[in-house]
Nanobody, 127 residues
């Protein structure tokens, strides 16, 4: 099992930036993909970004392309989400998630593909 702990959320004005961190512990050797999702009140959990743990390939949801950047530090077992040009519609609870073991490359946009989840961190963007 892998435990994930997010940090870095907070309150920011529109146009501002935040960086989220997600620290993994436990059976981290089994991680193959790390992802970020978000969920706003009354909405479904939405894919934000993902990165392959071995390598540097990244993937983004359409709503954040060009504004958000996912990165990782394998030595620290940590994944980051740099969020720039934030908008009020980015307001949500942001969750870190991990796929453990094999995966299909078309699957990591779906919450069902992920095996471990963090507790979430709130991001609020004011206009």
């Amino acid at each position: 099992q892998v435990q994930l702990v997010e940090s870095g959320g907070g309150l920011v004005q529109a146009g501002g930036s935040l960086r989220l961190s997600c620290a993994a512990s436990g059976r981290t050797f089994s991680m193959t993909v790390m992802g970020w999702f978000r969920q706003a009140p009354g909405k479904e959990r939405e894919f934000v970004a993902a990165i392959r743990w071995s390598g540097t390939t990244t993937y983004y949801g359409d709503s954040v392309k060009g504004r958000f950047t996912i990165s990782k530090d394998n030595a620290k077992n940590t994944v980051y989400l740099q969020m720039n040009s934030l908008k009020p519609e980015d307001t949500a609870v942001y969750y870190c998630a991990a796929i453990l073991g094999p995966y299909y490359s078309s699957s990591f946009y779906r919450t069902s593909a992920y095996d471990s989840w963090g507790q979430g961190t709130q991001v609020t963007v004011t206009s």
